[in-house]
């Protein structure tokens, strides 16, 4: 098993690397006084981060996650064409600095719905979202989950999508649509049902909805532990009699989980890719708060507990890392289909490491760890979240436990 990074692989994440040395990581102080300033409305487009990717397009930064689709010609609708196991590694830089994946054009809910685009969209769907998706001019988000049913199980959702001639009338209520308090998010993917009589996963559709759309009403903005994520943002949206034209249903009746399954592997292992690098970052502001305070007689970093902590940091972000890597590298060999237990894995293992790491650098930092000060109580609440977005722990164990029981029912 050779663990050597190819010069491809160390060229495009040298690149970035340098990218965000030179130009992020110098924008962001700048990009916190501009969106937190007091008075101002801090839903509206940073002018920071709109320079920063005319910068990273200029320089061929841009749309890194958009893997090669060996099935038909992508024409003008081409990516960067880099692998998972390639976008791995410059995802992981990304994770480090909170503003960095949109540099790049590289950050969700847009990268799954470009990937649901580029895979299953039409010729004319393309042209008319795609096309501005991948120029960095508009956003998007995903409507899917619900306030009123356990939506870990998708079945449940009560989301309608009728047909009414040469359109389909939408009715439900979404929550957690990420994206939505952007004034860039132009168009929405939503999933409903259009057939409740027809099996099981069968019954829902994904169709494109422009959020200019009569009968769109956006609740409010949810907060995740106090954060609204300005000016990106999570929506309750109400959805009522949103009529659209049926050439926006995608793929067709009836294909909402298989649209699905093929946007949520590449997003699952996005998250994680991106989690290892915040997971650095945690461990770093960790060590050099031990190495910089002293507690009865002695710095705190020569405390046994600390020596302890940041050895199992340490060790559990190469582990986790590892993990991440073989997973990418088996969707790129084998298919996301063939990779799902190693995906499930990563996606449990990433977000609870990465919090748990967090968690002890805050402990490190005392009461300034819980404040907005250092940045980690910002960190825990947006990693927090991952162990539920695009399903929750539960769920993806329950997928390796089976495959697991599934492995040994035959044994004696």
Known sequence: MDFTITERESYWRDRVRKFIQDNVVPA??????????????????????????????AEGLWNLFLAPNPEHDEGE?????????????CAEEMGRYGIASE???????????????????????????LKPLMNGEIRSAFLMTEPEVASSDATNIETEIVRDGDHYVINGRKWWSSGVGDPRCKIAIVMGKTDKSAPRHQQQSQILVPMDTPGIEV???????????????????????VRVPAENLILGEGRGFEIAQGRLGPGRIHHCMRTIGVAEVGLEKMVKRLQSRVAFG?????????????????TDIEMTRLLCLKAADMMDKVGNKAAALEIAMIKVAGPRIALKILDDAIQAHGGGGVTTDFGLAFKWAHIRTLRLADGPDEVHNRAIARIEFARHSNAG
Not at 34 to 42: A, Q, Y
Not at 48 to 57: F, I, N, P, R
Not at 78 to 84: F, I
Not at 224 to 235: E, Q
């Open 28 to 57: 962001e102080a700048e990009y916190v006084r501009e969106m937190d300033l007091v008075g101002k409305d801090r839903w509206r487009v940073s002018q920071v981060l709109e320079g920063l990717k005319a910068k990273a397009k």
């Open 77 to 89: 609708y081409r990516g960067a064409g880099l692998t998972n196991l390639e976008y791995a590694m």
């Open 103 to 129: 540099a790049f054009n590289c950050s969700a809910p847009d990268t799954g719905n470009m990937e649901v685009l580029h895979r299953y969209g039409t010729k004319a769907q393309k042209d008319k979202w």
């Open 219 to 241: 609740v409010r903005m949810l907060p995740v532990f106090g954060y609204d994520d300005a000016p990106h943002g999570h929506a309750e949206v109400i959805l009522r009699n």
């Open 298 to 314: 002695k710095k705190v970093s020569e405390q046994s507990i600390w020596e302890q902590r940041v050895a199992e940091a340490r």
